[in-house]
């Protein structure tokens, strides 16, 4: 089986950029020891990917010469594992790939019941990962409550979105925090929220924002880090919540930078959490039968901007970290439509 597949081919050094990676055509031999072949229909360049080249974080660093991973969905073509059969709609840590041999333990088979009349992609979007990530910070890490106000960074994103519409389908006040003219308008006219704040065009994030929450903010959901954070921490309510869900910002950083203002951390008793979306596996398929009804109904929406084709991958990851990051990316491989 013939299968194009993106390699780290050096290491990376701050920004990322498309030399970083190459782009091998791969004869794949067939699955063995609990392993499935697997053809791509969708995957993800999120970009989370750059805090591992070179570093372990909750998974295993990416060397030099490896596949890039990446969640995605796809069809399973063969199986050495009981689990799956060909034929099987199946997510999970697949790769920036046309096909990728992945171990069955990485991968789940997709519950038709929970895509039935929704496109294969929301599985990647608020079907999947970042919807789950979404709902599970908002409704456990920060226990929002209707009436609260609630912030979101990197707001635009796969997750800041459905989070801030997640967050006002629960009854809350919302503004979001994105890059850019377009994407904050987006953020009002498409996803619904209250309010947004264009960082790139801000004198003075800090003060911005206080005009936008006077009273002061009860919950932040936290996808960037670095000096957005240090902005909504100074506005945060006595005994605020933070939950830590990504630090994108501080990806490309050759050092750490950290928060800045754990001053007003003691002094306004905020509890910070992080966490990660798998710690909720078993809750899963709860949260995706909520999940599930409000896209149904159109109060979730889930509109990503798809690549065609595989070549896209690279230029797509390294675009995010760039001042016209285009939004929620997706790469999709070959005809991916409704048929599956
Ligand atoms: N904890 C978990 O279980 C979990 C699960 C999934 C994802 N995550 C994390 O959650 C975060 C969001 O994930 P996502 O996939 O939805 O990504 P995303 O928010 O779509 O990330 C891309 C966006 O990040 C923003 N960005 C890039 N560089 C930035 C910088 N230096 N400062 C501020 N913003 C910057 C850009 O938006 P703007 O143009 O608006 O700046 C870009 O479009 C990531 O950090 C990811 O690692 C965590």
Known sequence: MK?????????????PSSSNFSLAETDLPSPTEQKVLVEIR?????????????????????E??????????????????????????????????????????DINRIGTQHLKD????????????????????????????????????????????????????LGCHVIGIAGGKEKCRDLIEIYGFDDSLDYRDSKSLARELNAKAPEGIDAYFDNVGGEISDAVIQNMKLFGRIAICGQTSEYNQREPRGCRQMTSVITRRLTLQGFVVFDFRDQFDRALEHIREW???????????????????????????????????LVKIGEAGQGW
């Open 64 to 105: 030099v010469g490896e596949i890039i991973p990446g969640m995605g969905v796809g069809i399973v073509l063969e199986s050495a594992s009981v689990l799956f059969e060909p034929g099987d709609l199946v997510v999970g840590q697949l790769a920036w790939a046309t096909h990728a041999i992945v171990a069955a333990s």
């Open 118 to 169: 929704l496109p294969l992609h929301t599985a990647l979007g608020t079907m999947g990962p970042s919807g789950l990530t979404a709902y599970f910070g908002l409704t456990d890490v920060l226990a929002i409550q209707p009436g609260e106000t609630v912030v979101i960074s990197s707001a635009a994103g796969s997750v800041g979105s459905a989070a801030g519409q997640i967050a006002k389908i």
């Open 295 to 329: 896209v149904l109904s159109g109060a979730l929406q889930d509109s990503p901007n798809i690549l065609s084709g595989i070549d896209l991958a690279v230029d797509g990851f390294v675009s995010q970290f760039s001042e016209s990051s285009a939004g929620r990316l």
């Open 3 to 15: 299968a194009l597949q993106w390699v780290l081919a050096k290491p990376v050094v701050g920004m």
């Open 42 to 62: 969708y995957h993800t360049v999120a970009p989370g990917i750059r805090a591992r080249i070179g570093a372990d974080t909750y998974a295993a660093k990416i």
